[in-house]
């Protein structure tokens, strides 16, 4: 049985998720600094060249190989700039499940971009790999990201109090951890049945 994500290349009617390479390696410190992915995600601060050149060479195929997720860059089709990240972590193989996240470069937001993405991503995982569940954890005053999966059609099914360690700016300019709750969402594969494109993807091929 499959036990790793192939290196694959996603395409959707305006996007194309695909692996990260060494030329975005800037686009992703910038978007990585942004005080919205600070404040919700526990990327390390600051995050430099050198550190987003480590996570891409190092880290991300690491965990690929070790069949625990899969990390996609999340490119316009036209321009090919890099404006998000899509990533899969805590996969279960015995039971084809995954988590699934999603961060947009803050000169993307609002277009739609996340959502596109992350049910592309959900269309493959259902359609092609056969998984039966992608859970979202969405931190519960995060109301962007509540928003992506409320579009996509996620289930809210309850929250983990006090499971998320978010971050805030205190008045001298610091960043402290502070405690809020989980809101977990789940997506089935029926939650995309009878949709005229079910997970928004055109095509994908393998990367190799």
Not at 40 to 66: K, L, N
Not at 122 to 147: C, I, M, P, Y
Not at 186 to 203: I, K, M, N, V, W
Request: hydrophobic share 40%; aromatic share 10%.
């Amino acid at each position: 049985m499959t036990s790793t994500f192939p290196n694959i290349s996603i395409s959707t009617e305006r996007l194309v998720l695909r692996p990260l390479d060494e030329d975005d390696v800037p686009a992703l410190a910038d978007m990585m600094n942004d005080e919205q992915v600070v404040a919700w995600t526990d990327v390390p601060q600051p995050f430099t060249e050198d550190g987003a050149r480590t996570w891409i060479s190092a880290y991300a195929p690491g965990e690929r190989a070790a069949g625990r997720g899969l990390a996609l860059a999340v490119a316009e089709f036209l321009t090919q700039r890099l404006v998000g990240l899509i990533q899969l972590t805590a996969t279960d193989w015995h039971v084809r499940a995954t988590q699934l996240s999603y961060v947009v470069a803050p000169w993307a937001r609002g277009e739609g971009y996340a959502s596109e993405a992350a049910l592309a991503t959900a269309g493959w995982l259902f359609g092609d790999q056969k998984f039966e569940r992608v859970e979202l954890r969405t931190a519960a005053d995060n109301t962007a990201s509540q928003q992506v999966a409320q579009k996509i059609g996620c289930i809210s099914e309850g929250v983990l109090r006090n499971a998320c360690i978010a971050r805030a700016r205190a008045q001298d300019g610091s960043w402290g951890e502070v405690r809020t709750d989980y809101i977990v969402w789940s997506l089935l594969p029926e939650d995309l049945e009878g949709t005229a494109d079910p997970g928004g993807f055109t095509s994908y091929s393998d990367w190799n």
